[in-house]
């Protein structure tokens, strides 16, 4: 079956860097767009970062020039650098792969930025 397993979380001070890391198994990697979604307490899911079976990327404005999405298709994970966090990237971060009508989800992985 499909696995998206998430890794890489955790506690950061303000202007500290996390790099997530999204394992995909039972699945076409290459073929999939890859996406980082986050939510925080009382928010809805939004996405992050988005990255296409080519190479083609987005990102959300609040974390432009900060975070990079990447993908390595011969290791079938996706990553998400993270660097001068801020307070407001609290929230846990969703791996999802999408390809035709079909979307996978990750468990989630823990990002606190405090000090």
């Known amino acids: 079956q499909v696995q998206l397993v998430e890794s890489g979380g955790g506690l950061v001070q303000p202007g500290g860097s996390l790099r997530l890391s999204c394992a995909a198994s039972?699945?076409?990697?290459?073929?999939?767009?890859m996406g980082w979604y986050r939510q925080a307490p009382g928010k809805q899911r939004e996405l992050v970062a988005g990255i296409s079976s080519g190479g083609s990327t987005n990102y959300a404005d609040a974390v432009k020039g900060r975070f990079t999405i990447s993908r390595d298709n011969t290791k079938n994970t996706v990553y998400l650098q993270m660097n001068s966090l801020k307070a407001e990237d609290t929230a846990v971060y969703y791996c999802?792969?999408?390809?035709?009508?079909?979307?996978?989800w990750g468990q989630g992985t823990q990002v606190t930025v405090s000090s």
């Open positions: 039972g699945l076409t990697f290459r073929l999939y767009t």
């Open positions: 999802n792969g999408k390809w035709a009508t079909l979307s996978y």
